[in-house]
């Protein structure tokens, strides 16, 4: 008996319904399950990783680090990353940073560089000489430091020893091009204590700043 084409999908059984399914209908379906398993495959292998990539440790930000931070055994763990993944200059041993300031702001997992810290790398880079310095300055008005942030260009002036009370005191010049590298925050510091401001700048003017900033008051003009 044949049957009209109203009553296809109405058979006796499902048995039947599928029996009587038209063959592009079957092979979409291949298509579509194909395609579902290539994306759940591909999801797996993106996740997963490449197994035969090199790993290596890397110390990485145990919690959220706020810049001008003093490093502690608390804020840092080990994690294994690719190689290829890892950013240049990755640091593998904790003892290296132990102790160290923080220049910058860091999420918990992120790799620390040895440019993230206070040391003579970050020097170099920032003062763009092999034999940069970084000197600590306590600046007279203490308003300006509110106003700087790591990375500032700034010249650093000093005033003169006047010879007499109440005589003029010229301003001078005692190094140019200094780059800021940290400004100690506000929550972490003593009370009353000041805010201080390091800086890196040639060797040739380190000395000059560093014993100025003992004696006399000091300030900084941004580039």
């Known amino acids: 008996m044949t049957r009209s084409l109203a009553d296809l999908g109405r058979g006796s059984s499902w048995r039947f319904a599928l029996g009587n399914r038209p063959a592009w209908a079957d092979a979409l379906l291949v298509r579509r399950v194909l395609a579902a398993l290539l994306a759940v495959t591909a999801l ?26 003093l490093l502690t055994a608390e804020d840092l763990r080990v994690d294994r990353h690719e190689s290829r993944a ?10 290296a940073l132990l102790g160290a300031t923080l220049t910058g702001a860091m999420r918990a997992g992120e790799p620390f560089t040895d440019l993230r ?7 170099a880079a920032a003062a763009a000489s092999a034999d940069a310095r970084i000197v600590p300055i306590r600046l007279a008005d203490p308003a300006v430091a509110e106003v700087l942030r790591a990375g500032d260009r700034v010249d650093v002036v000093g005033v003169e020893d006047a010879g007499a009370p109440g005589a003029a005191r010229p301003a001078r010049t005692l190094a140019t091009d200094a780059a800021v590298l940290l ?11 000041e805010r201080v401001v390091l800086v890196a700048l040639a060797h040739e ?19």
Do not use: C, I, K, N
Request: glycine share 10%.
């Open 44 to 69: 797996v292998l993106f996740v997963r990783g490449d197994p035969g990539a090199q790993r290596h440790d890397v110390v990485v930000a145990a919690h959220d680090l706020a810049p001008g931070r």
């Open 86 to 95: 890892l950013p240049s200059g990755s640091v593998a041993d904790t003892a």
């Open 117 to 123: 810290v206070v040391g003579p790398r970050l020097a």
């Open 183 to 193: 400004v100690t925050a506000t929550g972490e510091r003593r009370s009353g204590a």
């Open 205 to 223: 003017y380190a000395a000059a700043v560093a014993g100025a900033s003992l004696r006399t008051a000091l300030t900084v003009v941004l580039h």
